[in-house]
Nanobody, 125 residues
């Protein structure tokens, strides 16, 4: 069974940067779309970014467009989320996920069936 483990979260001041990693073990992610989602306290989980299996298609939520960059290294079975110009409203638990089917991509959480445990990102003012 594939497991996803996120890392790289932490406390950062507004305007700062963080780079999240999502490492897969027990299986491959190379043929699957991958996504990053976040959930702030009292709010529903929301889409942040997605990347197709070959990284040919990238997509971002409007709230992070121009500030966040998703990427992947299939040789390392890892997906990244570079977050720049962080804002206090970016504070949330960030989770990565793998799509249910190969060669697919989606912004809907329902399209993903394997999730990491999440990493906390806190942006202070």
């Amino acid at each position: 069974q594939v497991q996803l483990v996120e890392s790289g979260g932490g406390l950062v001041q507004a305007g700062g940067s963080l780079r999240l990693s999502c490492a897969a073990s027990g299986g491959t992610i190379s043929s699957y779309g991958m996504g990053w989602f976040r959930q702030a306290p009292g709010k529903e989980r929301e889409f942040v970014a997605r990347i197709s299996w070959g990284a040919g298609r990238l997509d971002y939520a409007d709230s992070v467009k121009g500030r966040f960059t998703i990427s992947r290294d299939n040789a390392k079975n890892t997906v990244y989320l570079q977050m720049n110009s962080l804002k206090t409203e970016d504070t949330a638990v960030y989770s990565c996920a793998r799509t249910r089917t190969t060669y697919s991509t989606s912004s809907s959480p329902r399209s993903y069936d394997i999730w990491g445990q999440g990493t906390q990102v806190t942006v202070s003012s």
